[in-house]
Nanobody
Framework: QVQLVESGGDLVQAGGSLRLSCAASGRTISSYAMGWFRQAPGKEREFVAA????????YYGDARKARFTISRDNAKNMVYLQMNSLKPEDTAVYYC????????????????WGQGTQVTVSS
């Protein structure tokens, strides 16, 4: 079992930045692909970014590319999402997830999920 706890969500003005953190426990995440997803009110959960167990493989959703950066620190069992130039449409609950397979945008491939952290971007 892997437990995931997200943090770092906040209310921020448009154009601002936030760094989300995901702390894993129960098992090392070094063999898991890690992903970030988000869900806005009334919308389906959507893929943001993924990083494979080998940090050289990173995959972003098109809308977030160049503004968001995913990273991981296996020694600390942590995953991060740096978000810059935030827009009101980035407002959502952001979820961290762990997949025993390859980094992917398919949510069904992720076995473990955190409870989410709220990001609100004001205009």
């Amino acid at each position: 079992q892997v437990q995931l706890v997200e943090s770092g969500g906040d209310l921020v003005q448009a154009g601002g930045s936030l760094r989300l953190s995901c702390a894993a426990s129960g098992r090392t995440i070094s063999s898991y692909a890690m992903g970030w997803f988000r869900q806005a009110p009334g919308k389906e959960r959507e893929f943001v970014a993924a990083i494979n167990w080998s940090p050289g493989y990173i995959y972003y959703g098109d809308a977030r590319k160049a503004r968001f950066t995913i990273s991981r620190d296996n020694a600390k069992n942590m995953v991060y999402l740096q978000m810059n130039s935030l827009k009101p449409e980035d407002t959502a609950v952001y979820y961290c997830a762990a997949s025993p397979t390859w980094g992917t945008s398919r949510s069904e491939m992720y076995e473990y999920w955190g409870q989410g952290t709220q990001v609100t971007v004001s205009s």
